[in-house]
C-alpha cells in the first residue's frame, strides 16, 4: 500500500511539491483569510485527485 503512494507521488513531482508546500503553509503559518481559504480549496481538490488516481480500496 505504501508502495503504491510512494510511487505515485513520485510520478508527478510538481504537484506532489505543491501539495507538500500548500500543507505545510497552512498548517505552520497563518495566511490571510482569502488567500488560505483558495489554498485550502487547492489542497482539497488534490486530495481527490490523489485518491482517485490511487484508488487502494478499489472493490
Known amino acids: 500500500m505504501f508502495k503504491n503512494i510512494i510511487s505515485s507521488l513520485i510520478d508527478q513531482p510538481i504537484l506532489t511539491s505543491f501539495f507538500v508546500s500548500d ?4 498548517l505552520f503559518h497563518r495566511p490571510p483569510f482569502f488567500f488560505s481559504l483558495l489554498m485550502f480549496s487547492a ?3 488534490m486530495s481527490m485527485y ?3 488516481k490511487l484508488a487502494l ?3
Open 23 to 26: 500543507l505545510l503553509v497552512l
Open 57 to 59: 480500496f478499489k472493490l
Open 43 to 45: 489542497l482539497l481538490a
Open 50 to 52: 490523489f485518491g482517485q
